[in-house]
């Protein structure tokens, strides 16, 4: 094997500088998982409708999607840096507004904005490792330690929450990325570099706002279908966001300067780790979202103890990033994803087979499984996203990857969470007790949270039969997810030894 040169390895600084980075990325992954801990504590304050609770949870992610390329484009041209401090003190105030928000519709509108702000965090974290560790295996490493940040972050996130919703409201949780934030603006001018594209040409803002609008219609549309059914409006969203984003690919094709490098595409090696990451993310974000209610409606356990019954998995995961680039020497990139996202089927596979009275064994074991498999995939399919790009399109390359991710992680609660709702919503409809309120039958079908709620209200054994039809309903529309999941994840484990990644 040939040993770079020193002028290419990374020196003590670029290693510092990559501990700044993780900060971000840890606070974003824990904007993630904090809030679905407290999605039954704001549902008791905030009282939001089935749809406004699916908007809460995933319009971040889809903010976040929906303006990644833009951000990541406009990094390379103004300075990653500029930008990862600009994103550092908007995504701050706005968490502060967030913690206080008074009503669902006031929560959804700041979570749109910590979306937004959450976009130019994203790209400038990746796209500055792309630019610092030049050799192949520093950078995998580097790459391993960014996923692991994420990893970390989701998992010290639950916990921290789960402390403070012991003992404070849930707004509090948005509170903790405050002082990480501060953290980052105070020490991201002494130790990152700055890095920017010597010939960036002009921001086409037509294909930013073309991009946006066609994400956001096209995520509404499948809200609308999975709420009411097919109707004029789903239908005339969903044509809309297709045709805007047709115009956007087409717009690309002609621009010289377009925010999405397209014959990036035609690489195996580009398109088939996208497609990977894409799946990954969609089944991981609606198997999460609806666990995360297992354990503590079905269950019965508080939201710090969810969040500690996760903690292996976490750890399982974390391992698996780290062994990625040890396992890449000797195996092929194809051979490492494949057997990470079978491996991750197999966890899915598990956890189909859930029952009410299961116990957390079921849980844990599958999530260890899963978390394995998934990490291993995922820090290969970005090291070979990031290694196709030229270094001066690093920042728009990390917002191709990051947009399958956190697209992925959005539509999985979307797509997977809005199936879940409607098995849970004819399970329990079935088996809803005679004579009740028509508003509790209303609240307990909306959701399981609702249900809850509802049979405190009854009481008796009324109340009691409710509650354990509503528990099983949620565990049935689990076990569809998961069955769902695992073919999707198996579909695109073939995919990927079809099409041979580059080494």
Known sequence: MEIPSNETRATRREWIGLAVLAFPCFLLSMDFTVLHLAVPALTADLKPSSAQLLWIVDIYGFFIASSLITMGTLGDR?????????GGATFGAASAVAAFSTSASMLIVTRALLGVAGATLMPSTLALIRNMFHDDDQRRIAIAIWINSFVVGGAIGPILGGVLLEHFWWGSVFLLNVPVMALLLLLGPMLLPEFRDPNPGRLDLLSAALSLVAMLSIIFAIKRFAQDGAGIVPLTTIVLGVVLGWVFVARQRKLEHPLIDLDLFRVPAFSTSVATQLVATITLGGIYFLVAQYLQLVMGLSPLHAGLALLPATITGILGTVLAPILVRRYEHRTLIAAGMLLTAVGMGVMSRMQPTAGLTVIVVSYIVMSFGINIAITLTTDSIMSVAPPERAGAA???????????????????????????????????????????????????????????????????FLLTSAREAFTTSLDLVAAISAVLVISVSLLVLRVKPAT
Not at 78 to 86: D, E, H, Q, S
């Open 398 to 464: 990390s917002a191709v990857s990051e947009t399958s991710a956190e697209l992925g992680m959005a539509l999985g609660i979307a797509i997977l969470g809005s199936i879940a709702t409607a098995a849970y919503r004819y399970s329990i409809g079935r088996t809803l007790p005679l004579g009740m309120p028509e508003d509790l039958r209303v609240a307990a079908k909306a959701t399981l949270g609702g249900a809850v709620a509802a049979a405190r209200q009854v009481g008796g054994t009324s109340g009691d």
């Open 78 to 86: 103004i300075g990653r840096r500029k930008l990862l401090l600009i």
